[in-house]
């Protein structure tokens, strides 16, 4: 039986061309600065975005990190979404490793964060307060895509008040496949910006930081310190460029896929929300666990959680999209 796991992106198998090109990469020490293929990622996805440099981490996790401690000094505040992955799902790390105090804010329905609470919440210059240097958004958030307009006021609000803005941009791809644009549209608004390679783009381990060539050497210094400098890591780079290379626009079949899914539940009877990219939420409430032991029986990998997440990717089709539509239909009619 084909396992259809649906828990998460970052599932994904490296492709056939993927592994050929991991295989036959040029590589060298990275924390000598010497692997070829480690400098050509991070050179071309810093141009492709629109910023003078770039750096290679092993996770979005430690970019974020970096991207925050190289903005932020000990003691100062980053303003960020209650629900946002910097804030919630990252151990806490810019508080514990780089003494950042968050002022968390709750998210809006369209994963955006209230430009006037959050003008409310930058504290003025008082030795009472934490300084408040940075406003970190988080593109897609939940699967939800931040309008282009929305970035350009948040710029705005961060210019007034001489804040830095970084952008967690995990799936930035799937923002710039899902808006028809060129991801520079999304991170000219930004300082810094994380893009994670392992989740839809398809590559086994990394993202990328880019920001200034000042902001970039800071954040080279922090990598090591964390623990963070790799040797040939060419060898996980050049899966990184293979999927900026072939694995952007297939995006937009992870996106109608979900769509589809989405559909399907409704149809089935469920609770199902609207769909911007490639995330799925339903609204299981009580019965999550009894569906996912439900689903794993028939194949189908899902979390368990009460508010349900779906996510489609590239090893993922139609045809199975179909059977795990008919696996809940199944589970209703019990
Ligand atoms: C996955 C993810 C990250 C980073 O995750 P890692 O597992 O550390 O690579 C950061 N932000 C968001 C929104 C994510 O989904």
Redesign the pocket.
């Known amino acids: 039986m084909t396992v259809i796991d649906l828990r998460s992106d ?1 599932v994904t198998q490296p492709s056939a061309g993927m592994r050929a090109a991991m295989a036959n990469a040029p590589l060298g020490d990275d924390v000598y600065g010497e692997d070829p293929t480690v400098n050509r990622l991070e050179s071309e996805l810093a141009a492709r975005l629109g910023f003078a440099g770039g750096l290679f981490v092993p ?6 990190l970096l991207g925050l401690m190289a903005h932020c000094a000990r003691g100062d505040e980053y303003i960020v979404g209650q629900q ?3 804030y919630k ?2 151990a806490g790390g810019a508080a514990v490793l780089g003494s950042i105090q968050p002022q968390p804010l709750e998210v809006q329905a369209d994963g955006s964060l209230d430009l006037e609470q959050v003008r409310a919440a930058i504290k003025p210059d008082d030795f009472h307060f934490a300084r408040t240097r940075l406003l970190a958004l ?1 593109n897609t ?1 939940q699967g939800k895509v931040l309008p282009l307009e929305y970035l350009a006021a948040a710029r705005k609000l961060t210019d007034e008040h001489r804040l830095a803005l970084h952008l ?1 941009g ?2 930035l791809y799937n923002a710039a496949v899902k808006l028809g644009v060129d991801a520079r549209e999304i991170t000219r608004h930004f300082d810094s910006v ?1 893009v ?1 390679l ?2 839809g783009l398809g590559a086994p381990v990394g ?1 990328v930081l880019c920001g200034s060539e000042e902001l970039i050497g800071k954040a080279r210094r922090l990598r090591k310190m964390v623990g963070g400098g790799m040797r040939q890591a060419g060898l996980l780079a050049a899966a990184g460029l293979y999927a900026l290379d072939h694995q952007v626009e297939r995006l937009a079949e992870d996106h109608a896929n979900a769509l589809h899914l989405a559909d399907g539940l409704r149809d089935a009877g469920y609770r199902v929300e609207a769909v911007q990219t490639n995330m799925v939420y339903a609204d299981l409430g009580a019965r999550a666990e009894a569906l996912k032991a439900f689903a794993a029986e028939r194949g189908v990998r899902l979390s368990a959680a009460p508010r349900l997440r779906m996510v489609t990717h590239m090893d993922v089709n139609r045809t199975q999209i179909e059977q795990v539509v008919a696996v809940f239909a199944e589970f209703n009619r019990q």
């Open positions: 970052t996770s979005g996790t430690m970019s974020n946002c992955h910097t799902y990252e988080e958030m967690d995990a799936r994380s994670c392992s989740k993202s």
